[in-house]
């Protein structure tokens, strides 16, 4: 090397000083080092990477005065010991002077022609490093120190220079270009990030040339099939993963196995692997050591958080120059496994809810019309198998006669089309029964087919309930009770014809109106409010309403009004079903007053007895007292007092008898106008003079009643009548005339069987009867007149009179405008029957009489009376001491007088045992009271005479008298 090296390097410094692209400062430098250290080549070699299968080589020959390059761009395959070079080269970063004996020189001999070369890395940062070598003309020269250390400058000042270039040649290219390429480039880099960073695809780039060494070795030692060495070596799949490296990944992957880094996910592959994904990993590389460059494989992953996903994992192997690399694509597959799933799973259901659907459900083709499945409920709706209904022709499932109409629904001349809505017709069944049903049909394309799908709903039952909703509405339309419908503020929306007919209102009078409308006003506010509270809270409520009819007229009715509800439980309608009661209400009040009567009467009876002897025995012994008082006026006075009271007692014992009809009345058919007459013949002279009597006597029909006790009614209405005008000019109006009354109207008046009726009516302008008494006028002892005006018992005894002959008696008031009173007797024809006259006065008489009753003062009473008229009498307070006397001589009495109510024997046992002793023996009975024997009854028994207590000593004196004769008469 003559020339000085400062020139040396202020030549190589100005040579490289130059503005020509950075390939071409390799091409200057080359020539400049064949002159500088007197070469015979130079050896450049790309990549310097020990990782590369194969080198570029290019080379400059200095054999011409102007050297020029040769060998560009051949390929210069990397051996082990060049490779082991390439790794020592740029560890060191310097230079190597190679030799014969160094390890690399039969490939570098085989490839440059020499091995005696100089070694120097140019390691830009731009590029990837390049081999330097240089060969001298002469081998043998040696490479002096000098040389060594100006060829590492040099190297260093190249790659320097270079890396310069290249940043200047690429800004300078960029700048030049920029306004024309901005576009290409930037669709080029999104095209760039597209296909790898930003993929929806797990993308892996992965550097396997040390995967292809170990596939190498393996093959040098034999093995032909990968898959049998893993079978024997299983922890292969161990080294065969560490000899990949994972150049890069997109985001992806990193998103796809939840990764934050790159390296994060290298460090922990192996937690990303199961068992799937180590059998396709075998399956994979078993493929590349065959020479496969593609491989899809189907396996199952794991995220670093331990989710499991389905992929699918296809590896690329790349050619040329990047064949040592392999693009790995990772498919997640998990969504589409979860549709399949999902599909499976849709076709299951629909073959479940096609055999589990309660209609028969048929699919057909729609061309041909030909069925290809059915599902249990048509087997069992149309009695036939699955796999007979497949094959038959919808036609064939309907009557005979019906398949016009079902053509007709289905046919749009290119097959079976969809049915809109829903159309009712008929199946035909195995054996032959019609079916109606309810058809919808649909269709749907299923690859090259139209098939249709036909849904029989059967209706039998549907038409059945139809059927009985219709028979309901009928039976509502029909039915005697009134129905009525309101929504849930009140207003009506439905009524049926009885309410029609019952209220007087039309329906079209009535829809949109309250029914408060209907309201008397005859209850009170909160009667309504707590009836709306409980139907409002969802219950029912029964109960009675007054109503007034739209004539006027009062209604009386039993309602029970139903909340009607829906699915939810809210209230939309109410219903009232109502039940006129107005008849039945007067027949209870008529039964409750015959009650009252009943029970009075039964009070009456249990001390009519016992207060009938008191009362014989006080006018007895009081009569007996007046006949001893002839000379002392005022001793006669008080004894003739003493009487009339004991006579008023009885006469009182005798009204409460009557109102309880449990008195004797002698009845005939007679006018019944002729006793009001004679009644108002003898008021008017009672009368005072403002009281005014109007007559209207239009009937002459007769009745058969006891005229003394028709007598007592009239009396009692009248006066009555005259009490509730007292004091005032007023006017007392007496008619009497023919009716005829109905089935209802008997009913409504007082329980009268239908026909003819004369009906009394007697009415006064007085003050009236307030509507609260109205109901207990004809009570016992009930009365509104002040104290020792009245008994309380006129209206009741009219009552308990009427009640006894078959008739009825009603009333009608107004306060402060006067009462009416109506009594209704049945009509009967004349009759000869004439009432029998009473003889009056005392006679003496003669014979034998044995008296018997329990009561001391009635026995001495009666044995004073018959022994002043002259008879024989033997008197006990013993029935058994009586008869036991009259055993000793049946013979020896010509009467028995005795009581009824005795105790040890009754007076009916006595009068039984004497006639077993002596048949026709003459019996005369006396009595307080006795509902067993009546004085009709006494005769019908065979009793020969019949008193009730109290009686006077005339009466006894009479009755004992008559027997007696009577007797004597037929013996």
């Known amino acids: 090397m003559d ?44 990549p310097c990477d020990p990782l590369v299968p194969y080198l570029v080589t290019r080379t400059w ?71 330097l070598l240089l060969e001298k003309r002469d081998q043998e020269d040696a490479w002096s120190s000098r040389e060594t250390r100006l060829l590492l400058y040099l190297a260093r000042r190249l790659t320097q220079r270079y890396d310069a270039r290249l940043l200047q040649e690429t800004v300078r290219r960029d700048i030049a270009k920029r306004q024309k390429v901005d576009a290409k480039l930037e669709l080029s ?30 093959r040098e030692q034999g093995v032909a099939e990968l898959s049998d060495y893993f079978r024997r070596n299983p922890d292969f799949i161990d080294q065969a993963l560490t000899a990949i490296r994972i150049l890069d990944v997109n985001q992806s992957t990193l998103d796809l196995f939840e990764a934050a880094t790159m390296e994060e996910l290298v460090g922990r592959i192996r937690g990303i692997m199961t068992r799937s994904t180590r059998e396709a990993l075998r399956a994979a590389f078993s493929a590349l050591f065959a020479g496969s460059r593609h491989f899809s494989v189907e396996a199952q992953c794991s995220t670093l958080s331990g989710r499991s996903i389905n992929t699918i994992i296809n590896i690329d192997a790349l050619s040329g120059p ?77 009557p005979p006669e019906d398949r016009h109409l079902y053509q007709d629904l289905y046919s749009n001349g290119r097959g079976f089309s969809e049915v809109l809505g829903k159309h009712e017709l008929f199946l035909q069944s195995a054996d032959g029964s019609r079916i109606p049903v309810e058809i919808s049909a649909s269709t749907t394309a299923v690859g ?26 009928t039976a509502v339309e029909q039915a005697a009770e009134s129905v009525i419908i309101t929504d849930v503020d009140g207003r009506i929306e ?55 009819r739209k004539d006027g007229t009062i209604l009386e009715e039993e309602a029970t009004i139903t909340p009607v509800k829906d699915c939810n439980g809210r209230i939309h309608h109410f219903v009232a079903v109502k039940r006129d009661i107005t008849e039945q209400v007067v027949q209870e009040h008529q039964v409750r007053q015959a009650q009252k009567m009943q029970a009075i009467g039964t009070l009456a009876g249990g001390i009519a007895h016992d207060f009938n002897n008191i009362l014989t025995a006080i006018m007895g012994f009081a009569e007996l007292s007046l006949m001893r008082a002839v000379d002392d006026p005022l001793l006669r006075a008080n ?104 089935p209802r109207e008997g009913v409504s008046i007082g329980n009268l069987s239908q026909g003819n009726y004369v009906c009394l009516q007697v009415e006064d302008n007085g003050h009236g009867i307030a509507p609260e008494f109205m109901d207990r006028i004809f009570e016992p002892y009930f009365t509104t007149k002040k104290k020792d005006e009245g008994t309380g018992l006129g209206l009741s005894v009219v009552h308990g009179i009427v009640n006894d002959h078959g008739g009825a008696v009603t009333v009608t008031s107004t306060p402060g405008k006067g009462s009416c009173f109506s009594v209704y007797l049945p009509e009967v024809e004349k009759s000869d029957v004439q009432i029998p006259c009473q003889v009056r006065g005392v006679p003496d008489g003669e014979g034998r009489v044995i008296l018997v009753d329990d009561e001391r003062q009635i026995v001495d009473y009666e044995v004073q009376v018959l022994e002043k008229a002259g008879y ?57 009271y006795s509902e067993h024997v009546t004085a009709k009854s006494s005769k019908e028994m065979g009793i020969d005479g019949y008193l009730a207590k109290p009686f006077t000593a005339e009466q006894f004196g009479l009755e004992v008298k008559r027997v007696i004769e009577e007797a004597g008469q037929e013996a």
């Open 872 to 928: 024989v009498v033997t008197s006990f307070t013993s029935s058994v001491a009586a008869l036991e006397k009259i055993k000793e001589d049946i013979h020896a009495f010509d009467l028995l007088v005795t009581d009824m109510a005795m105790p040890e024997m009754t007076g009916l046992q006595l009068i039984e045992e004497v006639r077993a002793l002596r048949p026709g023996m003459p019996v005369l009975l006396c009595t307080g």
């Open 639 to 742: 004894l003739e007092e003493i009487v009339k009271g004991a006579d008023r007692a009885g006469k009182l014992i005798e009204q409460i008898l009557t109102f309880s009809r449990q008195t004797e009345k002698t009845v005939s058919s007679l006018q019944l106008s002729l006793i009001v007459k004679e009644v108002l013949k003898l008021l008017r002279a009672s009368l005072p003079a403002n009281i005014e009597i109007i007559t209207d006597i239009a009937s002459s029909a007769y009745v058969r009643v006891d005229p003394t006790q028709m007598h007592q009614v009239i009396m009692n209405l009248c006066t009555n009548a005259y009490q509730a005008i007292k004091g005032v000019r007023g006017i007392i109006r007496v008619g009497l005339h023919n009716v005829t009354l109905g």
């Open 189 to 218: 880099e999104e095209r760039f990030r597209s296909i790898f960073r930003h993929s929806s695809i797990s993308l892996w780039l992965g550097d396997f040339s040390q995967l292809m060494n170990l596939f190498s070795q393996l």
């Open 448 to 473: 090259s087919r139209r098939m249709v799908q036909v849904v029989y709903h059967d209706i039998r039952r549907r038409l059945l309930m139809e059927e009985r909703r219709r028979l309901l509405a």
């Open 61 to 131: 020959l200095s054999e011409s005065p102007d050297p020029v390059v040769s060998g560009d761009n051949d390929i210069f395959r990397v051996s082990e010991p060049v490779a082991a070079l390439l790794r020592q080269l740029l560890s060191s970063r310097g230079v190597m002077h190679l030799g014969a004996d160094s390890p690399a020189a039969p490939d570098l001999e085989a490839a440059l022609g020499s091995s005696a070369l100089m070694a120097a890395v140019l390691p830009t940062r731009y590029d990837r490093p390049r081999l």
């Open 322 to 398: 990047d064949s040592h690399m392999a693009l790995v694509s990772i498919t997640d597959i998990s969504l589409q496994k979860e549709i399949e799933q999902r599909y499976l799973d849709s076709t299951q259901q629909y073959r479940s809810l096609m055999e589990t659907a309660q209609d028969a459900i048929i699919i057909a083709d729609a061309e041909t019309g030909l069925v290809t499945e059915a599902n249990r409920k048509a087997s069992k709706l149309l009695g036939r198998e699955v796999q007979d209904l497949v094959g038959m022709h919808l036609h064939e499932l309907h």
């Open 3 to 46: 020339n000085d090296l400062l020139d040396i390097l202020e030549n190589f410094d100005t040579l490289l000083d130059t503005e020509d692209p950075p390939e071409f400062l390799l091409d200057l430098a080359a020539r400049e080092f064949l002159q500088i250290f007197a070469l015979r080549a130079v050896h450049v070699l790309f």
């Open 494 to 548: 439905y009524v049926n014809p009885a309410f029609e007919q019952r209220t007087g209102y039309t329906m079209e009078e009535l829809v949109g109106k309250n029914p408060r409308i209907l309201n008397a006003g005859m209850r009170e506010k909160y009667y309504y409010k707590m009836m709306w509270d409980e139907i409002s809270s969802g219950s029912t409520w029964q109960g009675r309403f007054i109503n007034r």
